[in-house]
């Protein structure tokens, strides 16, 4: 019951549309008889929607179009003071008593509305297609858009979950693991906290061994999220310390599909990286968080995780904020911890920052501004699609204008007849509403099919209850804005201005004709402005394509392996299973060469550390250059075709025990080394101000690569050898002279007839992987360059429509210049004209709009200024184009008018 006063007041505002007459004098009577109504209805949600659905329609059909049609001539007003249901000057009580009847009446308009449907299938099923392009498109990507930017995060009470980062030169970064144990302790604003880092673990007692992605986390982290197991129980603080690691949590998809959903999996054991770890729960399903994991282990806080990592940023941490603490508050706070540690660790934590933001807007901040200009590009469709309808709806408006005038002039309200047009538009929005939730759903599926991988939580789009409502609050806002204009000109029109008008050569008022060519216009600018946008990241995605990677693509394949610790866990051990696939590789019949390095390029980088030159005063903290560090072998560079610069590559002889050598590229050389020979110079790597190091001579430069993306700069890049620094995971490229794709089952059972429990990852050909660094862009060309093409086909056919309409308006007037001696050509440069000058002020002001629009794309450019004059001649160019193409037809009709039919016509 506490609610019915918040009933009341928001029924009570809902009067405030009705007129004030009303309000004064049956107000509180409407107001009372709701409350009894709702009272009794407390108990049926059906009814009591429908309650609130029929008072929502009371105010807009009689509060707000009531007063919207007192702009109608006054004398028109006064002669229908007789009509009950539809006269503004009638009491109100009167009005109050034919309220009551607006669901028969509503259903009568209905019924009107779908037989006049059915009676024009040719307007329908163009209104209808026209609509569902338009309506289907924005769901489609609004469906992206909730998905990414929108749905929360897949745990309760997420808006309360904060991302904690270090703030290195004005960048969000990882976290050092010492410095997460000592803002975990200091802390005041935060209910939980956890870390968490991924990793690729073996799987191999339950089926074939398979690569499955681990969540690596703290004990606070299911704490923080607040997930409930669906089976068992979270990781205990105690897990996290040696020798209590081996227990795992199982992802509910994992748990079914390897595990037959064996609901007493709990307490037994799986073996994970050769090692056994006993399963602790299971996680309900659709819990994947984060980087879609498989399962979850402890990570182990020995004493180098608390001490000698503080320089190591290589954890992500999520807080809980607690009850009343705001996010702004959790950053202040993290600032004056980070403050602390920098003064107890300078040597560590200098200039490093602390701060604390959403986690969702941190995990999809990259990704918004493309998606933005999506669904306003989307927008602007619909938008078209609006206008283009509008103009048909205007056509029949202006074609019935005699019949309406005439019920007019009986007697008919005019509020009536907008109402009918009303219905009419809604009926005709919901059909269209309908076939865009079926366009939308297949555009869906291919929207997810595309997968870019670069855009997160890309897996959680789908049609589901948010994006179906946006369907329908879009249906309806399509539905009045091409329905309130042809409703307002038959609103605004008097009965003897049409009745004046009738028998004349036009079809419909002057005013029509302006609204008409109006609606054209603004097609034509939403298009030119969707032309320069898509033709803008078409040429950026051409020059991105053609950019030169710095390695030889060709036929190649590419997969990546990761050994587990245990029987992997000493160098020597990983050398010869490396050095055994590679020749198990080169024996496939037709392979050319082998080579293996840590991570493939494009690819994000591997590890980017501080580096030293031996024998330079050390720089401060915060000026310390940087470089992106890769392993690779002595075969690596000649099978991706990078040519040695200058001095060697690595050979056989830097092996372990040998003088330890490196390799920097040209764009390091510049950076590191502008002013003298690398080669000879001894280099040093090492976590930030600290940590453990890595050293090397300079034996040779290698030509730059785009390592980091096609559209990134080369950065400051060293290699070292396999042999010489070994990991754990590494990928490799096999280069061929057949047909890179089918090389997949020969590479598995080379890697499998070395060891059968190593599973074979991200095989894929050296193009596909090339292809894929540049998926995003691709994503966002695609869309926008079909969204384009839509404009313009919508575009073509507004003005094929209007330019039709008015051939069919001066039918006499052409008959009559061909009776005088107009020629074919005459008649038809004047229609050609007045398609032109449509087309030519909409091209003008869409430029005009793109311009200032268009630096919003910046963002998604790579070389290409975002005010191109070149794309934007061809996009006003493609516009006039095609204005003169849907031109054509309706003067050359206009050019057969025979002059005698014509003139009996009338």
Not at 36 to 45: I, S, T, V
Not at 686 to 707: C, E, N, P
Not at 845 to 857: E, N
Request: a positive charge; glycine letters at 8%.
């Amino acid at each position: 019951m506490t609610l019915f006063p918040i009933g009341s007041a928001i029924y009570r505002a809902l009067l405030r549309a009705f007129p004030a007459d009303v309000r004064a004098e049956r107000g509180d009577e409407m107001a009372r008889q709701f409350d009894d109504e709702r009272r009794a209805c407390a108990r049926r949600p059906l009814a009591l929607a429908a309650l609130w659905l029929r008072a929502a329609v009371d105010a807009l059909w009689h509060g707000l179009l009531e007063r919207w049609s007192v702009a109608a001539p006054v004398s028109e007003r006064a002669s229908r003071t007789t009509m009950t249901f539809t006269d503004p000057a009638a009491s109100g009580s009167t009005r109050l008593r034919t309220m009551t009847h607006w669901p028969a009446a509503l259903v009568a308009d209905l019924r009107i509305g779908a037989r006049r449907l059915r009676l024009a299938p040719a307007f329908t099923a163009v209104a209808v297609l026209t609509l569902a392009l338009g309506i289907g498109a924005n769901t489609a990507i609004f469906s992206v858009v909730y998905g990414v930017l929108l749905r929360p995060l897949p745990f309760p009470e997420a808006e309360r979950v904060v991302g904690l980062f270090h703030v290195w030169e004005g960048e969000r970064t990882s976290f050092s693991p010492p410095n997460f144990l000592d803002v975990q302790a200091r802390a005041s604003s935060f209910a939980a906290m956890g870390a968490y880092t991924d990793a690729r673990y073996v799987l191999t007692n339950a089926g074939e061994p398979t690569s499955v992605v681990a969540g690596e986390v703290s004990s606070g982290f299911f704490e923080t999220l607040r997930i409930t197991p669906a089976l068992g129980r979270w990781l205990q603080p105690g897990e996290n310390e040696p020798g209590r690691t081996r227990v795992a949590v199982l992802g509910h998809a994992l748990w079914r599909d390897r595990f037959s959903s064996d609901r007493g999996i709990v307490g037994k054991t799986i073996t994970l990286n050769a090692l056994p770890h006993e399963v602790v729960g299971v996680m309900p399903a659709g819990f994947r968080w984060p980087d879609n994991a498989d399962l979850w282990v402890p990570d182990e806080y020995d004493a180098s995780y608390r001490q000698t990592n503080r320089a190591a940023w290589i954890v992500d941490v999520v807080a809980r904020l607690k009850p009343g603490v705001s996010s702004m508050q959790a950053a202040a706070e993290m600032k004056t911890i980070g403050a602390q540690l920098e003064r107890e660790h300078p040597d560590k934590n200098a200039q490093v920052g602390m701060t604390a933001y959403p986690l969702l807007d941190s995990i999809v901040g990259a990704a918004a501004p493309g998606l933005v200009i999506l669904m306003a590009a989307v927008g602007f469709v619909l938008l078209i699609a609006c206008a283009n309808v509008a103009n048909l709806m205007l056509a029949r408006a202006s074609a019935r204008a005699d019949e309406m005038a005439v019920r007019v002039a009986l007697g008919a309200g005019r509020r009536h007849l907008v109402r009918q047009l009303m219905v009419e538009s809604l009926l005709l929005a919901s059909l269209g509403g309908v076939a865009g939730l079926g366009l939308a759903y297949w555009a869906t599926g291919a929207l997810v099919a595309l997968r870019p991988t670069a855009i997160p939580r890309f897996g959680d789009v789908g049609l589901d209850g948010a994006v179906i409502a946006f369907t329908f609050a879009a249906t309806l806002v399509a539905g009045v804005l091409f329905g309130l204009i042809p409703a307002m000109q038959v609103s605004r029109r008097s009965t003897s201005e049409t009745l004046r008008e009738h028998g004349r050569s036009g079809l419909g008022s002057r005013r029509s004709q302006h609204v008409r060519s109006t609606l054209v216009v603004v097609e034509t600018a939403l298009a030119v402005m969707l032309l320069a946008a898509s033709g803008l990241l078409i040429r950026s995605f051409a020059r991105l394509s053609h950019v030169d990677p710095g390695f030889v693509v060709g036929e190649a394949a590419t997969f990546s392996i990761g050994l587990p610790e245990n029987p992997y866990k000493t160098d020597v051990n990983r050398l010869v299973f490396y050095d055994a696939v590679r020749e198990k590789l080169r024996a496939i019949p037709g392979v050319t060469s082998v080579g293996a390095v840590l991570g493939i390029p494009p690819s994000a980088p591997m590890m980017v550390i501080s580096t030293y030159v031996i024998g330079r005063p050390p720089a401060p903290a915060n000026q310390e250059p940087v470089s992106e560090i890769r392993v690779a072998d002595e075969h690596y560079f000649e099978t991706m075709g990078i040519p040695i610069r200058r001095g060697r590559g690595f050979t056989a002889i830097d092996r372990p025990g040998a003088p330890p050598v490196a390799l920097i590229t040209e764009s390091g050389v510049r950076r590191l080394f502008p002013d003298e020979d690398p080669i000879g110079r001894e280099i040093e790597i090492g976590w930030r101000r600290g940590g453990a190091r890595v050293h090397g001579t300079i034996v040779g430069v290698v030509a730059d690569v785009k390592s980091l993306g096609l559209n990134q700069p080369p950065p400051t890049q060293l290699y070292f050898p396999l042999a010489q620094v070994t990991s754990g995971s590494m990928a490799f490229v096999v280069r061929t002279t057949t047909n890179a794709a089918g090389l997949g089952a020969s590479i598995r059972a080379a890697v499998a007839a070395v060891d059968r429990n190593i599973p074979v990852n991200r095989l894929n050909t050296l193009e596909q992987h090339v292809h894929q660094s540049i998926a995003e862009q691709r994503f966002y060309m695609l869309l926008l360059a079909i969204f384009a093409g839509v404009a313009v086909a919508l575009s073509a056919i507004g003005i094929f429509g209007v330019l039709s309409y008015l051939v069919a308006q001066r039918t006499r007037e052409i008959g009559v210049r061909i009776a005088l001696g107009a020629g074919p050509r005459s008649v038809v440069s004047l229609v050609v004209r007045q398609a032109m000058l449509l087309a030519s002020v909409g091209a003008a002001i869409g430029l005009a709009g793109g311009l200032a629009v268009a630096r919003l794309l910046a963002v998604l450019l790579f070389d290409l200024s975002p005010t191109d004059p070149t794309t934007f001649a061809i996009a006003a160019g493609a516009l006039m184009t095609m204005a003169l193409a849907a031109s054509w037809v309706p003067a050359r009709r206009a050019s057969s008018v025979d002059p005698i039919v014509a003139l009996r016509g009338e």
